[in-house]
């Protein structure tokens, strides 16, 4: 088993207008694939490299071209996507892990194949590391997502390269991973959701002993997605007994609901969902289950208290 860690760079539309094809809109065409390949012992086996010809958008967005220490002109001696990602996939080989700084990388990576007609044969479910997140949870206790600029300079990984080229952001990214706890690389996956179960049977879940994960199928509406039965079960993840719910599920944003429960064996678990709409049209959730302590619980009744200020508020400037 190896590690692939990997980033992207993308380009999109200058003028604001999205292109489509019949297999879908494509917001942001990739122009460069960097990844660093690891051994299970987390040592560098072999790096990637490729500049993508652009075939969408073949102008640089101003915000991209004053980010990146890439021309117009070296992209258009790169490969096509078709081949550049073919390339890839194949370095990558079979029995590996695919890290990524952030969530959007191998949602973008698989929107660009569906829209070059690549074969996706990524799994379902597709289980992969959010370094950025393991990183935040770990040294920033989850208040904030740390940049890929931050998190090397609190682990003081030496600056051998500029930032936003994909093929060095996935070498700072991969010394990030070598200098982290083997063990959270070993029990903290995220689910990717570009491909989303479409029927009950299909829906999955990951957990270990203090969290779990959990996705939805498909609905035809976000309210239909937001009301189904099972994404509001009351049950431990650990245990699976019914558990006494301190605090019902609430949305504080227009965004991301949340509830706090007591499991008579396992103690508080909070709850947070969001409802997300997949490329096709459909809703579905991303649900979050998390063994927590009293503070936890507080951090949800706090939450809720803050809400109906909000909407207190609200409906006193209405009247």
């Not at 700084?101 to 990576?109: A, I, Y």
């Not at 039965?229 to 609430?250: G, P, V």
Request: charged share 30%.
């Amino acid at each position: 088993m190896n590690y692939i860690v990997f980033d992207l760079e993308w380009n999109q539309s200058p003028s604001g207008k999205v292109i489509s094809n019949e297999n879908g809109a494509l917001p942001f065409e990739i122009i460069e694939i960097g990844a660093v390949k690891l051994d299970e012992e987390l040592n560098k086996i072999s790096s990637f490299d490729r500049l993508i010809r652009p075939e969408v958008y073949l102008k640089l967005h101003k915000a991209i071209e004053k980010m990146l220490p890439i021309t117009m002109r070296d992209l258009q001696k790169g490969k096509s996507f078709t081949e550049a990602v073919y390339d890839f996939l194949q370095w990558c080989g079979e029995d590996v892990i695919f890290c990524t700084w952030g969530d959007m990388d191998l949602f973008q990576l698989q929107r660009n194949m569906n829209y070059f007609g690549v074969e996706n044969r990524f799994p379902l479910p597709f289980l992969y590391l959010d370094l950025q997140s393991i990183f935040s949870e770990t040294y920033l206790d989850g208040s904030k997502n740390a940049g890929l600029n931050e998190a090397v300079e609190i682990l003081k990984v030496p600056r051998r390269n500029t930032f936003h080229r994909a093929i060095y952001d996935a070498d700072y990214t991969a010394e990030i991973a070598k200098r982290m706890d083997r063990k959270l690389l070993e029990n903290n996956f995220s689910i990717d959701t570009y491909k989303v179960p479409q029927k009950s049977s299909e829906e999955f879940r990951i957990r270990n002993s203090y969290i779990e994960q959990y996705v939805t199928k498909a609905f035809d509406s976000k309210e239909k997605a937001t009301g189904y039965r099972e994404l509001r079960s009351a049950r431990c993840f650990i245990c699976d007994r019914q558990m006494d719910r301190k605090i019902r599920w609430f949305c504080d944003n227009g965004k991301n609901y949340y509830a706090a429960f007591k499991c008579e064996k396992h103690g508080f678990i909070t709850g947070k969902f969001r409802v997300k709409k997949s490329d096709d049209g459909k809703f579905f959730a991303l649900r979050t289950m998390t063994r927590t302590d009293r503070s936890g619980y507080m951090a949800v009744q706090d939450k809720k208290e803050k809400e109906r200020e909000r909407i207190n508020q609200k409906l006193e400037s209405e009247r």
